[in-house]
Each structure stands twice: as C-alpha cells, then as structure tokens.
C-alpha cells in the first residue's frame, strides 16, 4: 500500500495536475483532504524576469573644436626665463632643460604650436617640440631638453614659436628667443671668429661706461655675404663696403645694446640719416635695416621674410653698405645688428 501512495504522488507531480488522492484500507475508504500539489504558472508572453538594475553609464559630450576667428592676430610676449639665465654655467656633456614663460598677446589660439630650431647652437635640441594648448591671453611654460657641448666655452641656440602652417610668431618685434650658456668655468662669452670687447663711446647715442659690448667681425662679414647672395639670386649688383656707413651701423649697433632697445631712433634723438652725415657719408639714398636677438642667419631669416626689410636689401637704388653687431650679455636681446644701405 504504501508503494502504492508514493507511485501517485510522483506521477501527480510529473502531471502538474491537481488531484486528490485516496487511501484504500481492508476496511474502509477515506477521502484524503487539504492535500494540495505545486502547480506551475506559464509565463506572460513578452514578460522579462527582474533582474539588477545596471549603473548608469555617463555621457561624455564630446569636446568643442576651437577654431581661430577670421583675420586673427599671432603675437607673443616673453615673461622670464624659468630655468638656465643667460651665461649660466653648466658642466661639458650635461643634459639640462631650458623652460621660456610666454603670453599668448594675440587673438589666435595657439593649437598645434610648435617649438623650432632656427639657428646657432643646437646642443641637441630637436628641430621641432610641440608646445602646450593656449588661449589668447594665457600663459605658457615651453620646455627643450638639451645637452652641453663638450668642448668649453659660450654656446648660444636660438629658437622660434611656429603656427600650424611653419609661419613665426612675432615675440614683440622679433621672431627668435634663445639660451645662452657658458660651459667650463671663467669663459668670457665670445661669439665666434673675431670677437672683440669694445666700451660704448661711439657717436651713434649716449655713451654708457658700464657697457662693455662684444663687436663680431666675422658676424659682419657674414652678413654682408647673406645679403649679397640675395642681391645674386634676385639678379641685382653686389654692394661694396663702405667703412663710412659701417662706422655709423655700428655706432647704432652698440647704442641700441647698451640701452636696451630696438629703435630707428638713438638714444639721443639721432635718426639713420644724421648718424651717416656725423661720419663723413654724403648720400643720394640711404636707409637701414635693424634686428636683435639672434645671429646672422635668425636675422636673414627674417629680414627676407618681410615685405619691408625685403625690399631694402633688393632695392637696386643701393650700392653700399655698411654692417654693424654688438653683443651686449646684460642687453634685452642679447644681440643687435644694423645695416646701413647708401649711395653717394
């Protein structure tokens, strides 16, 4: 009997049915009651069991492309040296990092902006570095890793800041900025062949007794043969020296270095014409061209690349000239060169 009541139960599972089950007794059959199986519910069509609620995902926007305004302006300011002064001493072979503060003074931002060798020494500096994003008006650190030369002495690498597109820009009036160290110890700064310490009496404005400038005379001829060789390529004449017009380019070379400025105009009011005159130059024609703050080649580079400055150095009116350069450590641009054009 008992087999019997166990063989029902699982069938009535397997079944799913409800049944009421009876038990048979040699005496008597009672109905079993309150006897109730499990009975399986289908599931609602298109129901989805609960299940954990995920976390949320979070929606980046996606970032806004600056863009530059029309006819925007580039220009740049340099704040300070952050690390390696001028003439800072460094041991031969040392690897170091010079940092530059700049404001962005224009109206473009500066995106996809470059640093960029441009002449000098390049202790190892790549000829190209980005620079960090920055708005108008923002400041920015630009970093070059470097390494020192082994030999000792005055090392001087001159760079620029780039757009997108390879045009400078324009750090005040000039293009190039740069880093000036001494390696050894006790090396007077020297700028190449020719070199020579000269105090500013000259003609070309007030003299400063504390200014001892370095005067470069194979710089000049340096430039005298860069601007000849873009005479030739334009297929205008060499011009010849004149010792007339280089005494008066130098005299404003030194002046301009020992005051601190980059200017037509002497430190005492003198103009390109009244310089020429004070050293004995009579001419029909006469004009100048300036630059600070780099080496011959920074200061061709950009020379040749404005209209203005061009053209005085194609302009088929000249037929001499006379170069001046001073180096002044103490200077705000370091290096200064003038170039006086003339004819009689």
């Not at 390494?147 to 780039?162: D, H, S």
């Not at 043969?225 to 017009?245: D, F, T």
């Not at 580079?301 to 037929?319: V, Y």
């Amino acid at each position: 009997m008992y087999k019997k009541i166990m063989f029902l139960l699982l069938l009535t599972s397997l079944l799913g049915a409800c049944v009421s089950i009876s038990v048979d007794s040699d005496e008597q059959k009672t109905p079993q009651t309150n006897f109730v199986t499990a009975t399986l519910v289908p599931t609602k069509a298109g129901f989805v069991p609960a299940t954990s609620t995920p976390a949320p995902v979070e929606t980046i926007s996606p970032t806004l492309a600056i863009t530059a305004p029309a006819n925007c302006t580039n220009t740049a300011v340099l704040l300070r040296d952050v690390t390696i002064q001028d003439n800072t001493q460094v041991k031969a072979g040392e690897k170091f990092t010079k940092t530059w503060e700049f404001q962005n003074t224009g109206t473009c931002p500066w995106i996809s902006y470059a640093l960029k060798f441009a002449a000098g020494d390049q202790m190892n500096a790549p000829l190209s570095a980005p620079i960090p994003d920055t708005l108008p008006k923002d400041n920015v650190l630009v970093s070059v890793e470097l390494t020192a030369p082994a030999a000792n002495g005055a090392y001087t690498g001159y760079f620029t800041l780039n757009d997108p597109a390879g045009k400078d820009v324009f750090i005040g009036i000039e293009k190039t900025f740069w880093v000036k160290i001494i390696v050894g110890g006790g090396v007077v700064p020297t700028l190449g062949t020719g070199a020579t310490q000269t105090s500013n009496t000259s003609a070309g404005g007030t003299a400063n007794t504390n200014c001892n400038y370095n005067q470069n005379a194979g710089y000049v001829n340096q430039i005298a043969a860069l601007i000849n060789a873009e005479r030739a390529n334009a297929g205008l004449p060499a011009l010849n020296m004149n010792s007339q017009l280089a005494s008066a380019a130098q005299s404003h070379a030194a002046d301009m270095a020992c005051n601190s400025s980059i200017s037509h105009t002497g430190s005492n009011g003198s103009s390109v014409y009244t310089r020429t005159s004070a050293a004995g130059y009579s001419s029909s024609y006469i004009e100048e061209i300036i630059y600070g703050g780099g080496g011959p080649q920074a200061a061709m580079s950009w020379w040749m690349s404005d209209k203005i400055h061009r053209d005085a150095i194609l302009n088929s009116r000249s037929s001499e000239m006379g170069v001046g350069y001073a180096y002044f450590s103490n200077g705000s641009y370091g290096d200064y060169i003038v170039v006086d054009f003339g004819s009689p």
